[in-house]
């Protein structure tokens, strides 16, 4: 699936506050080695080396265009294109870090202690993840696709709901973390200008069905489904801005001290 770097920082002050929310809770004072899982172009990045200048940092993500987006413009740091569902990286990190990117890959009852393996004794997970996918925008989304000519292109390609309740990571990292942190954020976003939710999920959940839909089928689809979203998210009379609710999940787990004894 390929990104639209610019499309996706339309939003980039909305989009960058939970990655500073996440980085702030961060309980580590001098990482020597950081990874940027799904780094994108580089923006949430940039928070990471400013926090630690001194640090190793790389960037790793699988969309090429993101990447020559963060290369030209993020900050100095090791730029590695790898699909996250299967990078394998030869050595240990004090901090695999991670904004608004783990809810792509299926899986996570396997992703997540992998992920944890990763990590140096003392070092830390920390992974941000949207959790609005039965938001009116995210459902629209999905029977959009299921209700038009092109439903067959997309049978399969939209996610469900790929994101579980805080419990079920708890669940998953209990065993190798000496210590959690989860919690859940509802954003109440103010948006700008004509369809500004459409806008919004262009940059991200629409990319699947731009990638897949025919061209002279897209427009019909984005059509119809803009004005679903003015029906679920009307602008508001008086300043003509959109009120657009969106929650995240926040994990932070300190991986466990594997010494015996400890």
Known sequence: MAWDPSCYLRFGAQRLRPAAELLARVPLTAPDSIVDLGCGPGNATRLLADRWPLAELTGVDRSSEMLAKARRDGPDAGWVEADLADWTPNRRFDLLYSNATLHWLDHHDVLFPRLMAFLR?????????????????????????????????????LQEDPVGEPAFYYGLLSGSASSIDIWETEYLQV????????NWVRGTALRPVIETVD??????FEARYAERLRAAYPRRPDDGRTLFPFTRLFVIAVARDETPGN
């Open 191 to 198: 948006l700008e200008g004509e369809d500004a939710v459409l």
């Open 215 to 220: 061209a002279e089928l897209l427009g019909a």
């Open 121 to 157: 004794p003392g070092g830390v997970l920390a992974v941000q993840m949207p959790r609005n996918f039965a938001a009116p925008s995210h459902v629209l989304l999905r029977d959009t696709a299921a209700s038009g000519p092109w439903a067959a292109q997309l049978a399969n390609v």
